[in-house]
């Protein structure tokens, strides 16, 4: 590891992340100065737009503005619905909500969105209508949600604007019901407990979007902390914050920018299987089997139910392991630790893809000897994105050969960008 960058290694970090973005997504000719690059932060920008596009609806400015983090999972994959272990943390990403009251009576929320282009207007009562978008179920849910909880949102108005990427595991959806809740916190001038902030957006998702998805991605949007990764146990909900404040270490985030319908079918698959094998193993959840109770079962359980457990038992001792590893800086283990993730999720879950794996591969190749510490798919896979943590000195050279590799092979154009951990959902202006 490099020298200690201090301040000077935030700037850089800042200007990598436009510098890779700018130079994977756009002609290098819209290059921006150095001194522009550093003189915007991403949050400020998308407050100021998202300020923007509500005063031109609504002829008026909004009261609040309100943020709400998407997330990146640097190990842990689908181990929370296994009421284990995981380790996100929030991404430098964020859907932004700007709201304020509207003239209309009753609890409901006129609303449009820059990601999708749409309107819609939610009455919020006994049922969501069957006319809403999509993206307005997440939306009503949490309002939903929020009123059978005691936190009705009264009649509002708003408009939502984000970067994070829709539907590439870096959870958009649970920063849009976050971003939602925290609206209404903001509009009612009170705070929900973390925890019961993200099991009520969880609700949303499990009940009106259908999503059967674990706890990790609303509590991550809601609870995680800056330069920390948040250890996470997904049955008591206790976390602890594990520093990441080594400025010579970079996240590193390739999106495939590929997506199989296969994500949203196989997932309840994944868990009906986790769900079996805990019955047969006689425990109340995967989290509380070890290997060698799984092994002496070993003859009795269906070969493909064995391998899913299998993963699921080693997942959560990786989370732990890598609690140790980021402690005592040992960062050779923290690699290994996210290839061993990568192959268990390949071969034993069964939820990667080519593409992801070429992203991986390509990052394990360069190796320790060019800068990689470890790679790994993140999110429930089958597209979406690698996490690669990277020595920061060697951030752009990693970026430019694995998203080069990526587009000669694949010939699909992948995203890479960088982030540090941000802090989670909260309120910007009120
Ligand atoms: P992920 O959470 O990994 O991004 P999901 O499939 O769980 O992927 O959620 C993506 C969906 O969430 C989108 O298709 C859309 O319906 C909704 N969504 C997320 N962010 C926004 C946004 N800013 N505006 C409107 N809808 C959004
Ligand atoms: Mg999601």
Redesign the pocket.
Known sequence: MHRCLGSAGEKRHIALNYLIELSCNLDAALLLSPANMLSSAPLERLAREVRQSYAARYGTDPTWVVAAP?RVNIIGEHTDYNDGFVMPMAIERY?VVAAGPAKSTGNSLEVF????E?DCTIPVGEQLSDNL???G???GGVLQEMLAAGYPCGPLQAA???N?????????????EVATATMVEAALGESMDEPEKAKLCQRA?NVHVG?P?GIM?QFSSAACQADRLMQLDCRSLDTKQVPFTNPDVTVLIVNSNVKREL??SAYPIRRGQCEVAAKQLGVPALRDADMAALNKMADQLEKVVYRRARHVITENARVQDMAVALESNNWALAGELMYGSHDSLRDDYEVSCDELNLLVDTAHQIGSGGGVIGSRLT??GFG?CTVTLVETDAVEDVAQRITQTYKTTVGIEPTAFTTRPAEGAHIVES
């Open positions: 998407g859907v969105s820059s990601a999708t749409g978008p999509q993206w179920i997440y939306v939502i604007h984000s994070v990427p829709l539907g590439a595991g870096l959870s958009s959806s649970a920063a849009l998702e999503m998805c991605d994500a949203s999110g429930a979406g």
